[in-house]
């Protein structure tokens, strides 16, 4: 019910914000609200679903050693980002989606492991090499991976079993070359604030047996304010 009334109010902000606040998507012609303006909203559209990155920015950035984006870009930059995932992902049973502060790339359980396993299934992993690749091709990001489960089976094991997934993901993008100071997992498991679907049904549990890449773009402001300047 929180995050119900949480996303209402992050939509009923957006609204108030009007076509003014709205921007042309270079990659798709289409209006939507600009990345700045989300910012100024205090990302609440954005990062309904799982707030902010997992530790804060602070000392990651500082870890990480990121020089950032500069913000005149940044949205130019996600938007690219955006296009070639969507490119080189096609087909894969993947999503990647624009959330306004971030970028989601989501892994479905069925084609990213076998049932009840953590491990990567073989045919999978060429996809995440170009996930990799887009990384660190694009390095001025911070990294969030997260696992998920549905319902079946006791809670103990299930966010066991979710945060294994979502390590096993973060461990093979860093084998691929993506410094691992740039990222940081949790597993959910059936944590039920976190479903993005029934679990009465075949389909929505394995549409919430998932792992989702949360790639969240660093400024130079952000650098500058990490290192306290």
């Known amino acids: 019910m929180a995050r119900r009334r949480y996303l209402t109010a992050a939509i009923a902000t957006v ?16 209006k939507k609200v600009s990345r700045t303006v989300l910012g100024t909203a205090g990302g609440a559209a ?7 990155i997992i530790g804060g920015k602070t000392a990651r950035i ?15 930059k996600m938007d690219q980002q955006i296009k070639e995932l969507k490119e080189q ?13 971030y ?22 992993k060429s996809v995440l090499d170009d996930i990799a690749a887009s990384l660190i091709q694009y390095p ?11 319902s079946t089976g006791s809670e103990a094991y299930n966010l066991q079993l979710s945060e294994r997934r979502a390590k096993a993901v973060a461990d093979y993008l860093i084998y691929k070359g993506v410094p691992a100071a740039r990222l940081a997992t949790k597993g959910f498991g059936e944590d039920p604030n ?36």
């Not at 911070?142 to 998920?148: A, E, I, R, S």
């Open 194 to 229: 976190y479903f993005v679907a029934s679990n009465d049904t075949a389909e929505g549990r394995a549409m919430n047996r998932r792992v989702e890449i949360k790639i969240v773009p660093i400024t130079q402001e952000d650098v500058q304010a990490a290192q306290g300047n």
């Open 140 to 150: 001025d990001s911070l990294v969030d991976v997260y696992g998920f489960t549905d």
């Open 15 to 30: 609204s108030l914000l009007g076509v003014s606040a709205c921007v042309t998507d270079p990659n798709t012609g289409e």
């Open 46 to 52: 954005a990062g309904y679903l799982l707030g902010g």
């Open 103 to 124: 970028i989601k790339v989501n892994l479905p359980d069925g084609v990213t492991f076998a049932t009840d396993s953590a491990t990567i299934s073989p045919a999978f």
């Open 89 to 101: 992902t096609a087909g894969s049973g993947i999503d990647v989606t624009d959330e306004g502060d």
């Open 62 to 76: 500082v870890g990480a050693g990121v020089g950032g984006v500069a913000g005149g870009v940044v949205g130019y």
